[in-house]
C-alpha cells in the first residue's frame, strides 16, 4: 500500500472544513499532485553515496577536466562518463629500428611519445664501451719487426727477409733426424764420406723446400 495513501482526506473529510464544491475539489487537486510528486521521487533513480542514501544528502558529480569526460543524454536518459583523451595521437608507436621516449603523469597516463631512430647517432657514447670507426681501428694496431703497418689504409705487409733465387730439384718435406757428426778417420773411408753427402743432401733439399715455400707464403722474394 502506497503509504501516502493514509494521509489523503476523504471529499466528505475535505468538505467538513471547506464550505464550497470548488474549494473541495481544488483540494483534491492539491492532494493528486503531491500524489504524483510522491511516485516520481520515490521511482526516480538517484547516484548516491551507500552511507548518505537518502534525499537531502546529495552530491554534485562534476567530472574533473582533462580526466574525465561526462555525456548528458538528457532528461529520462544516460549520463556517460568516459576517460578524457591526451595529447597523444592513438597509433602503435616502436619497432625494431626505434627506440622510445614517453611521458607518464601522476594517474599513470601517457601523455607524451616520441620515436627516435635505434642507432648510435641518437645513443651518448660511454667513456668505456667506445663505438667502433674505421678510424679508431686503424690506430689501435701498430707494426713490429718485420711488419709494416699503414694506418691510412689499413693495409698490413710483412718486410722482405731477403731475395732469393727459386730453388731447383728434389724438394723434401719429409721427417729427418738431425745431423751427428761422427769421428773421420785419417784417411777418411769410403762410408764415412757417403754418410757426409747423404746427410749434406737431406740438408740440401729440405733447405730447397723452406725457400721455395717462404717465397711463396712467407718474407723471402
Known sequence: MNPLQTRRLTRQQIGSFVSSDRG??????????????????????????????TLGAERVLTPTSGELVGTDDGANSTYTLGLADTSVTPNTYGDATKTLSFTVDQKGRVTDVQEFGLDTDNIAEGATNLYFTQARARTSLSDGNGITYDNTTGVISVTSAGTY?????????????????????????????????????????????????????????
Request: aromatic fraction near 6%; hydrophobic fraction near 40%.
Open 165 to 221: 733465387g727459386t730453388p731447383t730439384g728434389t724438394l723434401s718435406r719429409t721427417t729427418f733426424a738431425t745431423y751427428t757428426a761422427p769421428t773421420i778417420s785419417s784417411p777418411p773411408t769410403q762410408a764415412e764420406v757417403q754418410a757426409i753427402a747423404g746427410a749434406l743432401q737431406i740438408v740440401s733439399r729440405t733447405l730447397a723446400a723452406l725457400i721455395t715455400d717462404m717465397e711463396a707464403n712467407g718474407n723471402l722474394t
Open 24 to 53: 473541495v475539489r481544488a483540494f483534491e487537486a492539491v492532494q493528486e499532485d503531491i500524489t504524483n510528486q510522491y511516485d516520481a521521487l520515490t521511482t526516480a533513480s538517484f547516484l548516491t553515496l551507500t552511507t548518505e542514501p
